[in-house]
């Protein structure tokens, strides 16, 4: 069904900016809740933020005030813009979004590197 890509990964240092684009292949009017998670290497995967239809939003204390999450609706993308990036946010980051109607109803996308230097 839907399919999920994620985009703007790449190389930064330390204090800069990257926004992070998560483009679905099909309608994201469905999905009651789309999240960002990471996975740094050797780690488990873990939340980053979500933001629901209605835009309501909720982040990990390690990025609140740092990250922001927001989707657009009407281009079936889901955005975050990470600033103040630290080399603790070193990972791959993977766009995720859930589903009450839509099968399998829980969706992820492949992945993109970010990389913080010091």
């Known amino acids: 069904q839907v399919q999920l890509v994620e985009s703007g990964g790449g190389l930064v240092q330390a204090g800069g900016s990257l926004r992070l684009s998560c483009a679905a292949s099909?309608?994201?009017?469905?999905?009651?809740?789309m999240n960002w998670y990471r996975q740094a290497t050797g780690k488990q995967r873990e939340f980053v933020a979500t933001?629901?239809?209605?835009?309501?939003?909720w982040y990990s204390d390690s990025v609140k005030g740092r990250f922001t999450i927001s989707r657009d609706n009407a281009k079936n993308t889901l955005h975050l813009q990470m600033n103040s990036l630290k080399p603790e946010d070193t990972a791959v980051y993977y766009c995720?979004?859930?589903?009450?109607?839509?099968?399998?109803?829980?969706?992820w996308g492949q992945g993109t590197q970010v990389t913080v230097s010091p």
């Open positions: 995720n979004a859930h589903s009450t109607k839509l099968a399998p109803y829980n969706y």
């Open positions: 099909g309608s994201i009017f469905s999905f009651e809740e």
């Open positions: 933001v629901t239809t209605s835009g309501r939003t």
